[in-house]
């Protein structure tokens, strides 16, 4: 093999070479910058995703699923907490008017907190109830005490309940669908809410206590125009996220 060798002597050779070498090294150079800015886009880009990550645990919205102790199985769907409905007894006229999902771990307050009742009623204090079925539906039976979960939808910013139906809107994304629930029509009014169609319940729990009951609600025609309603027909629901 007929080896080239470097002529000391040919100053044009040893230019030649030394102008190879430094657009090599020029090359080089720019191989080095455009690897160090990919890598800094790399590192932004994951900053960005970390950020949004963050954020979106931040973000999002929040419904009470009643009657389950579970979230939906779905993308972007979390549970926060389960826990036990819980309300005003039936037939009270004051306490208060909404329901509220009860944790399984309350934290008390402590035995020296400074709370002292109105003296100028003989029991200043609203009470709160668990809830019970007054229905048997699937794996449900009258008196059975009525579970609850709070779920995180990250992927959305918007939730509602819609009564009578069972289908969302073009756009949003079904939760769940259920049973529209009030009090009895004959008692104290408390609010409309949506039991899921497959509902479950709080184990050891079959007992005639009362407090929060879950009614299923009925159509009565007359100002509710009848059709599109039928009269005395029980009304579906349906919970949606966006």
């Known amino acids: 093999m007929e080896e080239k060798r470097l002529l000391l002597s040919d100053p044009q050779q040893?230019?030649?070479?030394?102008?190879?070498?430094?657009?090599?090294?020029?090359?080089?150079?720019?191989?080095?910058?455009?690897?160090?800015?990919?890598?800094?886009?790399?590192?932004?880009?994951?900053?960005?995703?970390?950020v949004l990550e963050s954020s979106?645990?931040?973000?999002?919205?929040?419904?009470?699923?009643?009657?389950?102790?579970?979230?939906?199985k779905l993308n972007g769907t979390e549970l926060v907490y389960d826990g036990i409905a819980g309300g005003s007894?039936?037939?009270?006229?004051?306490?208060?008017?909404n329901t509220l999902c009860l944790?399984?771990?309350?934290?008390?307050?402590?035995?020296?907190?400074?709370?002292?009742?109105?003296p100028l009623t003989s029991n200043g204090f609203g009470h709160i109830y668990g809830g019970e079925y007054e229905f048997s539906l699937r794996n449900v039976v009258v008196e059975d005490d009525v579970p609850c979960s709070v779920c995180h939808v990250k992927m959305a910013t918007s939730s509602m309940m819609i009564p009578a139906k069972r289908s969302c809107p073009t756009g949003w994304t079904k939760q769940y669908s259920g049973l529209l629930t009030a009090n009895y029509y004959k008692y104290s009014k408390l609010e409309y809410l949506c039991v899921d169609e497959d509902p479950d319940s709080v184990e050891r729990s079959r007992q005639n206590e009362n407090g929060r009951l879950f009614?299923?609600?009925?159509?009565?025609?007359?100002?509710?125009?009848c059709p599109p309603y039928k009269n005395s027909t029980m009304v579906s629901c349906v919970v949606c996220t966006m």
Request: charged share 25%.
């Open 89 to 97: 007894y039936y037939a009270d006229n004051g306490n208060g008017a």
């Open 103 to 118: 944790p399984h771990d309350p934290e008390l307050l402590p035995d020296h907190f400074p709370l002292a009742s109105n």
């Open 215 to 225: 009614y299923p609600v009925k159509t009565v025609c007359g100002s509710l125009p």
């Open 56 to 72: 979106s645990k931040k973000s999002g919205s929040m419904y009470t699923r009643w009657g389950k102790h579970s979230c939906p």
């Open 14 to 50: 040893m230019q030649s070479e030394i102008h190879a070498l430094q657009q090599e090294v020029e090359h080089f150079r720019v191989l080095a910058k455009e690897f160090q800015a990919q890598k800094q886009e790399m590192a932004d880009l994951k900053q960005r995703f970390e």
